[in-house]
C-alpha cells in the first residue's frame, strides 16, 4: 500500500527538522524525505582532516525585539502589517523613516554616515558577508544593525562536539516522535489531483500527504522540476523561477593544527571567529572580482577558532581552523593576481593553489602557522552543489539576498508568501523569507500556521 501522512516534508536541512518536530509535536502524522545519505543539510559535519571539525555553513537569523515581528513574520500578512503599524507608532514617521532608508542603503553608507572613523566599517562590513550581501549592495545598512543587536543581545550558539550532535538530537526526537524518515531518497516529482498537491514521487517510493507538503527547495527546482507544467501555476510566476538569481560562491577550508597559532596580537588567541579583512576596502574589491568570474587576489577570510570554546572538537593540545571564503566564481575564468591557471572548473591544482594563497594570510597574522599545519581539506564550490542540490552554482545561501531578492520579493515577487498557488503546497527554506541562516525562520512559521489552522477547523 502507498504510505499516506497528514503532512510531507521534502528536505532536512534546520527548515525541514523543525517544521517536520514542531508538526509532529502537535498530533500530525509526517514523513520526511531527504536526497542525502544523512539528515542535517549545511548543518551536517565530518571528520575532513584529522580531528573533527566545525559546522559547514553557520549563521542567525535572531533579531531585535522591535523588529522580529516584521523580519520573522509572514510577509504580506495581517500579522506583519500589525508590526508594521506599531513601529510607526513608536518610532514616529522620521523614526520609520530612517529604517527605510537604512534598508535602501548599502553597508559602506551605513558605517560612513553613523560612525567616525574606518574601526567600525572594518569590524562590522565582513559580517554582510555571511548574509550573502557585499559592502555597496542595497539592504546593507538594515543588516549591519539587525546583525549587531542580534550578537550582543543572543550571540551565535556553539554546538559542544560539534553540529551534528544537533542533528543527532533532532534524529533521536524525530524517532521519539514517530516519523517516518526517508534518507538516500531525492524527490522527483509532486504528486496533484485536480490541481491539489497529494503526495510526492521519489526515485524509491511515493508518499501521499493528506493535508500539506512542505519543500524546501530553490524556486528553480519547485517550480521548473518538481511541479508539472500542467499545475494551477501563473506564467508569470514561471518566468520569475526560471529569472531567481544565485549569488557568489563559497568555499570551505578545514585545517589540522599541531598546537594552537601563535597569533602576532597574542589576543586573538581566545577569539573563536576573526574575520581577516580590511573592511570595505578589500571585502568590495574581492567580491567585485569574484562577481566578474576571478579569483580574489586578497580574499576576505572567516576563521574559525571554535575549539577555544569547546576543547572537545581537538585532541589535547591541538587545534583545528574553520575558514570560510564567501567571495568566490562557481566558474572561475581568471586570477585577479595572475598567478593562478583557471579555465571555468575548480580542479585539484586550482584548488591547492587559491588553498596556499588562503594559507599565507593567515601566515601574515600568524607566522608559525607553516609549522604546525598538519593536514587541510577544502571543500570547493563544486563540492557544495554537489553535496546539497539547494547550493546551485555553489551559493550556500539559497540564492541571491540582493534587495529585490529579500523581504517582500523573497523567493519571487509573485509569489512572496510561503504558501505557493498550488493548494497544499509551501515553500521553505533558505530560498524563502526571512532568508539563510540557523534560525529556521520559514519553517516554524509554516508549521505554526498549519497547526493553527487545525486548531481552529477542529472548533467548527
Not at 518566468?239 to 549569488?247: T, V
Not at 598546537?259 to 570595505?280: F, K
Not at 576543547?311 to 564567501?326: E, F, I, M, N, Y
Request: charged share 20%; net charge neutral.
Amino acid at each position: 500500500m502507498t504510505p499516506i501522512f497528514d503532512a510531507v516534508v521534502i528536505g532536512s536541512g534546520v527548515n525541514g527538522l523543525v517544521a517536520a518536530a514542531q508538526l509532529a509535536k502537535s498530533g500530525w502524522s509526517v514523513a520526511l524525505i531527504e536526497g542525502s545519505d544523512r539528515l542535517g543539510g549545511f548543518i551536517a559535519t565530518e571528520e575532513r582532516t584529522l580531528p573533527p571539525t566545525s559546522p559547514c555553513c553557520r549563521g542567525s537569523s535572531t533579531t531585535p525585539t522591535h523588529w522580529a515581528g516584521i523580519l520573522g513574520g509572514e510577509p504580506r500578512s495581517p500579522r506583519v502589517l500589525r508590526h508594521v503599524v506599531k513601529l510607526l507608532r513608536r518610532e514616529r514617521f522620521s523614526g520609520a523613516e530612517e529604517w527605510l532608508r537604512a534598508t535602501m542603503t548599502s553597508g559602506r553608507s551605513y558605517c560612513r554616515g553613523a560612525f567616525r572613523g574606518d574601526e567600525p566599517d572594518v569590524l562590522w562590513i565582513p559580517w554582510l558577508l555571511h548574509a550573502g550581501l557585499s559592502p555597496d549592495h542595497a539592504l546593507g545598512g538594515l543588516t549591519l544593525p539587525v546583525m549587531a543587536a542580534t550578537l550582543h543581545g543572543f550571540g551565535m550558539p556553539v554546538v559542544a562536539g560539534g553540529a551534528q550532535n544537533f542533528v543527532r538530537a533532532f534524529e533521536a526526537l524525530l524517532d521519539e516522535l514517530g516519523l517516518h524518515v526517508s534518507t538516500g531518497q531525492s524527490a522527483e516529482r509532486l504528486l496533484l489531483t485536480a490541481g491539489r498537491v497529494m503526495g510526492v514521487a521519489t526515485d524509491g517510493e511515493t508518499i501521499r500527504a493528506r493535508h500539506a507538503v512542505l519543500v524546501s527547495v530553490t524556486p528553480t527546482a519547485l517550480y521548473g522540476e518538481l511541479l508539472p507544467q500542467d499545475a494551477p501555476v501563473p506564467p508569470a510566476i514561471r518566468d520569475e523561477a526560471l529569472r531567481f538569481r544565485y549569488g557568489r560562491a563559497a568555499m570551505q577550508l578545514h585545517v589540522a593544527l599541531s598546537a594552537p597559532l601563535g597569533w602576532r596580537d597574542a589576543r586573538l588567541a581566545g577569539i573563536p571567529l576573526v574575520h581577516l579583512s580590511d573592511g570595505s576596502a578589500s571585502t568590495a574589491i574581492a567580491c567585485a572580482e569574484a562577481e566578474a568570474g576571478l579569483l580574489p587576489r586578497r580574499p576576505t577570510l572567516v576563521v574559525g577558532q571554535q575549539y577555544v570554546l569547546d576543547p572537545s572538537r581537538v585532541p589535547d593540545g591541538a587545534a583545528t581552523l574553520w575558514t570560510q571564503l564567501q567571495e568566490l566564481p562557481y566558474k572561475p575564468t581568471g586570477d585577479a593576481a595572475g598567478e593562478l591557471d583557471a579555465h571555468g572548473h575548480w580542479t585539484k591544482e586550482l584548488t591547492e593553489g587559491y588553498v596556499q594563497r588562503v594559507l599565507a594570510r593567515i601566515a601574515l597574522h600568524a607566522p608559525d602557522l607553516p609549522e604546525k599545519l598538519l593536514a587541510w581539506d577544502a571543500v570547493t564550490p563544486s563540492d557544495l552543489m554537489a553535496h546539497n542540490r539547494n547550493a546551485v552554482n555553489g551559493d550556500p545561501y539559497g540564492g541571491s539576498t540582493e534587495l529585490d531578492q529579500a523581504l517582500l520579493w523573497r523567493p519571487l515577487p509573485g509569489a512572496a508568501r510561503h504558501a505557493t498557488p498550488v493548494p497544499g503546497l509551501w515553500h521553505i527554506g533558505a530560498s524563502t523569507h526571512p532568508g539563510p541562516g540557523l534560525g529556521a525562520g520559514s519553517g516554524h512559521l509554516v508549521a505554526q500556521h498549519l497547526i493553527r489552522g487545525r486548531r481552529r477547523s477542529s472548533r467548527r
